[in-house]
């Protein structure tokens, strides 16, 4: 029975957690980022990872990019403005997993 009512709770959890979704704020036009100066590191073991939009206040704040270390085996997708109905809205970078043989192509 204890079974049963974990296995539940798990359900509602999920089903909960799959209907919030993120806020998204809609513009009229899409938005410049700012000028960003890149500055050069020493080492290869990091990827820059460029600045994006993020939500604060229902509205649009730019938050700069950063270097960060490597992750074998994935590659950095850079945001970008989606239109939808009634203007557009900004969809995050994310990691995107790719075969080895492909990230050494890219890497090495």
């Known amino acids: 029975m ?7 709770v798990l359900f509602l959890f999920a ?3 799959t209907s919030v979704s993120k806020s998204q704020v809609v513009v009229a036009n899409k938005l410049n980022a700012p000028e960003t100066n890149i500055q050069n590191i020493s080492n290869r073991t990091q990827v820059w990872i ?19 270390d490597k992750r074998p085996g994935y590659i950095f997708l850079p945001g970008y403005w ?3 109905k009634g203007g557009w809205i900004w969809i995050s970078g994310s990691w995107k ?12």
């Open 97 to 108: 997993s790719i075969g080895m043989k492909q990230w050494n192509n890219i890497y090495a």
């Open 2 to 8: 204890k079974t049963l009512q974990k296995t539940a």
């Open 15 to 17: 089903l909960l957690m």
């Open 50 to 68: 460029s600045g994006e939009w993020i939500i604060s206040n229902n509205d649009y704040v730019w938050s700069p990019g950063s270097w960060v």
């Open 82 to 84: 989606k239109q939808v």
